[in-house]
Every structure is written in C-alpha cells, then in structure tokens.
C-alpha cells in the first residue's frame, strides 16, 4: 500500500512537472513573439526617420549649393569691376605720364629759353653798369661804398631813434612798476629812521674827575688803555674826555667802565681791572641779547648760539653813521616784502637780509673785506651755502641768485632813507671830488659837475667828439666805473648831456 502511494505521489509530480514545463514554454513563445513584435516596430520607426533626416540633408545640401553659387557669381562681379577700375586707371595713367613728359619737354625749352634772357640781361646790366660808372665818375665799388656809409648813416639815426624810444617807453613802465613795489615795501616796514653812533666823547661831572682818573705818575690810565685797548685823551676841554680807539666794541668797554668807576668813585689800579672784567661780562650778555631781539624782529630762528653773539656784536658798530645791527634787520624786513612781492624765496632772502653783513661785527679784527669774512662766519657755523654767497656777493655788480639781488636792492634801500645815514664834511667834499674825476678819465669830456649831494652827476660832452649813439655807451661805462670805485649809498645818477650851439651874426 505504501508502495502504491509512493507510486502514485511519483506519478503526481511527474504530471505536475510536465505540466509546468508545458505553460512555462507557451509563456516564453508568446514573450518572444511580443519582442520580435517590438523590434519590427522600431526598425520600421528608424527606417522612416532615416528618410526624413535623409531629405532634410538633400535640401540643406542643394541650399548650401545655391549658396555658394551665388556668392561666386557676386565674387566673380566683383572681380570684373576691379578689373574694369584697373584698367581705367592704367589708361589714365598712361594719359598722365604723357602729359607730363610733354610738360618736361615744355620746362626744358622755357629753361633754355630763360638762361638765354639771363645772359641777354647780365650782358644789358654790364654795359648799362658801364655807362653809369662813365657818368657818376664812379666804379661799381666805390659807388657800393658810398650807398653803404648813406645807408649807415640812416641807420644809425633810426636805430637812436628806437633806442630813445625804447629808453623812455621802457624807463618808464619800469621805473612806475619799481616805484610800486619799492614804495610798497618801505610802508609796509616802517622802521625808525633815527642813527645811532657810538659815542667817543664822555661827560665828566668836574675837572677834578680828570686827575683821578689820571692817576698817580698815569698809573690809573695806563691801567685802563692797557686793559680795554684804546687811547684815553685829556685835554683842556671842559669836562669833558675822549676815547679813541680802532674798535668800537673797545671803545664802548672803556666808556662803560668809566661810568662805573665814576659811579663807585674808587679809582685805583685793582678797581679798574674790576670794573673793566664787569664791563666785559655786561658787554656780552648785551650782545647776546642784543642779537637774540634782532633774530627774533627778524623772524630768523634756528642759529647758532656763537653766531647770534656774533650778530649781537654789530650793535656797536655804524656803517656812514648807520647801526649795523638795525640796518641788518630793517635789511631783512624790507628784502622779505621784496621777495614775496617777487615770487622768490622768502625764507632765504628773510636770513640772508639779517645776517649780509654779519662780516663787519669782526671785520676791525680779522683781515679782508665783511663780505668774504661774512660768508666765511656763515660757512663756520653751519649756515646754508646760499645764504653764504648772499653775505658774499651782495655787492657785486651781476649776482647770480634773485635773492641776493633783493637784499642788494634792500640795502640800498636802508641805506637811503633820509636821516639813516650821515657823514662828515671832509668826507661828503671828497666823495663828490672822487666822482667828478672819475668821469673826467673818459674822452670826450668837457665839464662834469656833482649835484643833488653827489646823487646826480651832469656830464657835459664835445659835440664834435662824441654822437649820441656814443653818448648813451659812455653814460653806461661811467656809471660802471662809478659802481666799481666809490662807496656810497642809494643810487647815483649819470647824466649825459651833449648839445651843438651855433652862433652867426648878422651885420
């Protein structure tokens, strides 16, 4: 029984199986009749879109193909038309060089025919020059001479002319322009016009004082000329004693230690070398001091202490009557006003202005001239190079920089104001003597008189000696000879005159 289930169960699976195999195999036949289906399809969708791409290709080839003919058809129209262009301009061409030729064959005749008239006119010119030497009784070289010195001779009367005019066209737009500006600068710094000049003559409050101040045997005096330097002379004027001596620092020493003395009333030989080192000591700080005011009313900081000593030392030391010291700073002031009306540099000309005479607070010590011996001050204490050459060349004829051409204008302009300085007689004769004869050296001269306290000079020339184009050279070469030799302040004017009087009488 076991046998027949088992047998039975066998045959059932064997059904089942079979069973399965036989729809698994129709499944899978349908599935690739479904597929083969699918793969028809597509095909015939490739095949009809391949058409379509196909067409579409042939019509973009024929339009690329209608393109190109049309675009070879424009090129090729082209071409004929440059071609056609060519080939007029090479005719045109032609025609042109053809002209031309014919007007070089033209040119070449009217050449000829030209240097023919050129020598048919020099042969004319020759003898009509042959005639005219028969008739004028001249050559061709004389008569060239004569036309030229007619010619110089108008030409230098024109050229008097436009000097004359220029002269008084120039002098006077210059002349209001520099009144301007120079008037300008002296409102604008209105110093004090008063002189100051170291005093030599020293009051005494009795004849006694003369004695002890003599001393026993001249010791007292000795003593004190031997420690300040100078020469003390007593005379017979009343109350009154001098102190002379080449220093004016020295002199002021003395003076000073005088008026102590006479003040303490002790005088004796211990006393005076007291007095004298206390003098001393008051003297420089005063020159200190003295030179710290002037820097700062000048408006220049940054010296060095030794040179403001310096500076402070011109205090007692007068120029024509004038105080160094107070000319430098009115110098500054004024060259300032200058340079900033200019354009120029104000700083340099406000220092060079203070320290252009910086030479003459030694220059009765140290051998030279203030100017080098200024510039060589500066030099020393670190002073910069061009206000050096200010203190250097301020009294040359051409300086080389704009501002020491101001502080020359501004020292001139100290030195000429009214009252500023004062000389004495002997000295204001020789001057005006100095300047006649210096213009009594050139040629041609006839008389030559100084006026307006030696501020003009009026040279009288020979007519027959000297034209007026001359006149106007020696005019210049006076006035240079005159800046060159004499010393004096402000300007000096030349003046020279030249006229012709003719005399006839009638009888």
Same mark, same amino acid.
């Given at each position: 029984m076991q046998t027949t289930l088992l047998i039975g169960i066998v045959a059932s699976g064997a059904g089942g199986f079979l069973l399965g195999y036989?729809?698994?195999?129709?499944?899978?036949?349908?599935?690739?009749?479904?597929?083969?289906?699918?793969?028809?399809?597509?095909?015939?969708?490739?095949?009809?879109?391949?058409?379509?791409?196909?067409?579409?290709?042939?019509?973009?080839?024929?339009?690329?193909?209608?393109?190109?003919?049309?675009?070879?058809?424009r090129r090729r129209q082209e071409m004929i038309h440059a071609q056609q262009r060519l080939e007029k301009r090479e005719s045109l061409f032609d025609q042109k060089l053809l002209d031309l030729e014919s007007k070089q064959t033209k040119l070449a005749e009217q050449s000829d025919t030209l240097e023919k008239s050129r020598a048919e006119i020099a042969q004319i010119k020759? +003898?009509?020059?042959? *005639? %005219?030497?028969? !008739?004028? #009784?001249?050559?061709?070289? @004389?008569?060239?001479?004569?036309? =030229?010195?007619?010619?110089?001779?108008?030409?230098?009367?024109?050229?008097? +002319?436009?000097?004359? *005019? %220029?002269?008084? !066209?120039? #002098?006077?737009?210059?002349? @209001?322009?520099?009144?301007?500006? =120079?008037?300008?600068?002296?409102?604008?710094?209105?110093?004090?016009?008063?002189?100051?000049?170291?005093?030599?003559?020293?009051?005494?409050?009795?004849d006694?004082?003369?004695?002890?101040?003599?001393?026993?045997?001249?010791?007292?005096?000795?003593?004190?000329?031997?420690?300040?330097?100078?020469?003390?002379?007593?005379?017979?004027?009343?109350?009154?004693?001098?102190?002379?001596?080449?220093?004016?620092?020295?002199?002021?020493?003395?003076?000073?230690a005088l008026e102590k003395l006479m003040s303490d009333g002790r005088i004796h030989p211990g006393r005076i070398e007291e007095a004298v080192d206390q003098a001393k000591k008051e003297i420089a700080i005063d020159m200190k001091k003295s030179g710290e005011e002037a820097a700062y009313e000048a408006g220049v900081a940054g010296l060095h202490p030794k040179l403001v000593q310096i500076l402070g030392r011109m205090k007692y030391r007068t120029s024509y009557g004038q105080n160094v010291l107070q000319h430098s700073v009115e110098v500054s002031n004024i060259a300032v006003v200058l340079a900033e009306e200019l354009g120029a540099n104000v700083e340099l000309a406000r220092k060079g202005g203070l320290l252009h005479d910086i030479g003459k607070a030694v220059d009765h010590e140290i051998e030279g001239g203030h100017p080098q011996i200024g510039y060589d001050i500066c030099k020393k204490f670190g002073v910069a190079e061009e206000v050096g050459q200010i203190a250097l060349t301020h009294h040359d004829d051409h300086p080389a920089m704009l501002e020491t051409v101001i502080v020359k204008v501004a020292d001139a302009l100290s030195g000429a104001r009214p009252g500023a300085r004062k000389d004495t007689y002997e000295n204001y004769l020789q001057r005006l003597s100095e300047l006649e004869d210096i213009a009594n050296t050139f040629d041609g001269v006839d008389k030559t008189y100084a006026i307006q306290a030696g501020r003009e000079i009026r040279v009288f020339v020979e007519p027959t000696a000297v034209n007026d184009l001359e006149a106007h050279q020696l005019a210049r070469d006076i006035a240079n000879k005159i800046e060159a030799e004499l010393k004096y302040p402000g300007e000096i004017k030349v003046n020279v005159i030249r006229e012709t009087r003719v005399i006839e009488f009638a009888r």
């Open positions: 036989l729809v698994r195999k129709l499944l899978a036949s349908r599935s690739v009749d479904s597929a083969e289906n699918k793969a028809e399809h597509i095909i015939a969708e490739a095949k009809s879109k391949e058409k379509e791409i196909l067409l579409e290709a042939k019509d973009k080839a024929l339009a690329v193909i209608e393109d190109a003919k049309k675009e070879e058809e020759e +003898q009509q020059m042959q *005639k %005219l030497e028969k !008739v004028a #009784a001249l050559t061709q070289e @004389e008569a060239k001479n004569v036309l =030229l010195q007619n010619i110089q001779i108008r030409a230098k009367d024109e050229i008097l +002319q436009r000097i004359r *005019k %220029l002269d008084d !066209v120039g #002098a006077e737009e210059w002349d @209001e322009k520099a009144k301007q500006m =120079l008037s300008l600068a002296m409102e604008r710094i209105a110093s004090s016009h008063a002189v100051e000049t170291t005093t030599t003559s020293m009051p005494l409050p009795s006694e004082m003369k004695g002890r101040i003599i001393g026993k045997e001249g010791r007292n005096i000795k003593t004190l000329e031997t420690l300040t330097g100078v020469e003390i002379i007593i005379d017979e004027t009343p109350e009154t004693l001098l102190i002379s001596g080449f220093s004016p620092i020295r002199r002021h020493l003395a003076k000073r």
